[in-house]
């Protein structure tokens, strides 16, 4: 079975710029979430969608943006790249998620690692 | 809001050698608590966790974790490490209700195991 896959694996970009990074949920999975994992950090939550809906959003600036689609599959936005925006950026899916605290399992991908010049 | 530390950031053990990896959170109310390992190249995956019940929970490779709520502690443990352990260990918590799919991570710990 296939698991969470995210494209692309790898993209440099330079500051300015924006960019999308695509995740396609395990089958039957109808939550997904993005996470940020800095070098030597753990991973910082930044959206889950569940749905098609937000349900929740962490700290991070308006320039993060994301969206998920009528296949569950989901699309991260970053405007106005900083250099301090490179990172592996994580997404994972998970069964549940319809009601607050209602919690399964994550499976995350590989990661898309985006670095900005 | 809450948060988990990690105490440890890089272990070294020799094969067979015993683990006891630290995490403790800090939130006052319910909260499920989970580790995540990342193999090299691999994908984090899970590797244990604790909703509710007995505080003491096993998980996959003969891992165990033990929920000591008055220390607010989740210590990650094996009585015999492999070289095939070597990998980057992550502790975390979620609200037990109230929020949702929030996962906090603490910073990971690598640990590296030499045969």
């Known amino acids: 079975d296939a698991g969470v896959t995210q494209s692309p694996t790898h993209l440099i970009k330079t500051r300015g710029q924006q960019v999308t990074l695509r995740c396609s949920p395990i089958s039957g999975h109808k939550s997904v979430s993005w996470y940020q994992q800095v070098l030597g950090q753990g991973p910082q939550f930044i959206f889950q969608y569940y749905e098609k809906e937000e349900r929740g959003r962490g700290n991070f600036p308006d320039r993060f943006s994301a969206r998920q689609f009528p296949n569950y599959s989901s699309e991260l936005n970053v405007n106005a790249l900083l250099l301090g925006d490179s990172a592996l950026y994580l997404c994972a899916s998970s069964t549940r998620g319809r009601l607050a605290g209602d919690f399964g399992e994550l499976f995350f991908g590989e990661g898309s690692r985006l670095t900005v010049l | 809001a809450q948060s988990v530390s990690q105490h440890n950031h890089h272990v070294i053990l020799s094969e067979a050698a015993s683990l006891e990896l630290g995490c403790n959170y800090s939130?006052?109310?319910?909260?499920?608590l989970f580790w995540y390992v990342q193999y090299p190249g691999q994908h984090l995956q899970l590797l244990l966790k604790y909703f509710s019940g007995d505080p003491l929970v096993k998980g996959i490779k003969g891992f165990e974790a033990e929920f000591i709520k008055s220390k607010f502690s989740f210590n990650l443990r094996k009585p015999s490490v492999q070289w095939s352990d070597t990998a980057e260990y992550f502790c975390a918590v979620t609200l037990g209700s109230g929020g949702y799919q929030k996962v906090t991570f603490g910073t990971g710990t690598k640990l590296q195991v030499i045969p």
């Open positions: 939130y006052g109310g319910t909260v499920n």
